[in-house]
Nanobody
């Protein structure tokens, strides 16, 4: 069974940190570029970041402002999103997605596999 499983969401105070994980089952992420997206209440889905199959430079959405880091552990077949200095506006359901490409894309249709989403709430 091929699937992506996102986890690590939860409640965090403003200024706090969370690390999201996206584990792949039934296939290898080695040939896939990976993105994180998010969907806030009442808003559409927005792209957060992308990492190439073999790492290297990773682009981020402007709202990240240097607070997030995307990285991957090839041995664990998992991609992560480390989020620091979090803000209330980061509250959203976060999704990981896999695309068989090495250049970033924000187009949903380019992604073959999607995780189920993990809820992140930033609130005091």
């Amino acid at each position: 069974d091929v699937q992506l499983q996102a986890s690590g969401g939860g409640l965090v105070q403003p200024g706090g940190s969370l690390r999201l994980s996206c584990a792949a089952y039934g296939f290898s992420l080695n040939n896939y570029g990976m993105s994180w997206f998010r969907e806030a209440p009442g808003k559409g889905r927005e792209w957060v970041s992308f990492i190439k199959p073999y790492g290297g430079y990773a682009p981020y959405a402007d709202f990240v402002e240097g607070r997030f880091t995307i990285f991957r552990d090839r041995a664990k077949n998992t991609v992560y999103l480390q989020m620091n200095n979090m803000k209330p506006e980061d509250t959203a359901v976060y999704y990981c997605a896999a695309a068989r490409r090495s250049t970033a894309t924000m187009s949903d249709s380019e992604y073959a596999y999607w995780g189920q989403g993990t809820l992140v709430t930033v609130s005091s």
